[in-house]
């Protein structure tokens, strides 16, 4: 009985990042964007927290991997994907719909590949771009374009990072998870974890400026360092870690 009450308190944590999906669509078809797009990213804050309170309380589950699965899909997939379509992608017509409809299909087959491949619930990387780094991508571009220029100015990059984003997610590229919080604990997280500190400091002081630059250096350092592996000629070695994003 202590250990269903344990799982309850990450399951709601769930279905508030799900509920944050949910309106931030809503938001976004009354073309309240920028509030739309906060929510995505206070989804994807839940998300982590759930995750962390599963292992805290040792209540991680096969439903509760599941159930995070299906809150991902509204949070990370549909409402960036309504988001997309209303806030730029809504003028292309037959074009845009489908184009707006890209994060979304590929979310959930990275959802369910991770699904499928689970053997555990601990991971030491992400397999593929995550998608709700994916979905803060799409959301912080859009806070950040409209803090300074109060409307979506660079739409040639906003369609370009929806694509970008989409393909990164069914790839095998490598990124870092969050760090373990703990005494215990290597040189490599220690600078993980003095990075992501630095990170949320920054983001705290300077929230609509810093979310877009911090998603995009994620993005791009799973690619920087495939290329630099094939520039060294070092592939990878490891072909059985798990993902993370749906505890």
């Known amino acids: 009985m202590v250990r269903v009450r ?11 990042n799900m509920f944050c999906g949910f309106y931030s669509a809503i938001l976004s078809s009354r073309g309240e964007f920028i ?13 982590t927290v759930d995750g962390k309170l599963a292992r805290l309380t040792k209540s991680a589950s096969p439903f509760g991997v ?10 990370f997939g549909l409402a960036p994907s309504v988001l997309a379509y209303f806030v730029f992608l809504q003028h292309w017509g037959t074009l845009g719909l489908l184009l707006s409809f890209v994060p979304l299909v590929f979310g959930s087959i990275r959802l369910a590949r991770f699904n499928v491949r689970l053997k555990g619930f601990d991971k030491a990387f992400f397999e593929g771009l995550p998608i709700p780094a994916a979905a803060v991508t799409l959301g912080s571009f859009v806070i950040f374009n409209y803090h300074f220029w109060e409307m ?5 990059l906003f369609l370009t990072l929806i694509l970008l984003v989409s393909i990164l997610m069914i790839t095998n590229i490598r990124y870092e998870t969050m760090p373990q919080f703990s005494l215990r604990t290597n040189a490599t997280n220690r600078v993980k974890i003095l990075v992501v500190s630095l990170g949320v400091l920054i983001l705290i002081i300077f ?4 979310f877009f630059p911090w998603a995009v250096v994620y993005v791009l350092s799973g690619l920087a360092r495939s290329l630099w592996l094939v520039i060294k000629g070092d592939p990878e070695t490891n072909a059985t870690t798990q993902e993370d994003e749906a505890l």
């Open 152 to 156: 979506l100015r660079w739409s040639k």
């Open 35 to 47: 509030q739309a797009a906060w929510l995505i990213i206070a989804a994807a804050i839940l998300d």
């Open 66 to 75: 599941q159930y995070d699965s299906l809150a991902d899909v509204v949070s």
């Open 6 to 16: 344990a799982g309850l308190v990450p399951s709601f944590f769930t279905m508030a």
């Open 207 to 210: 929230p609509q400026e810093a």
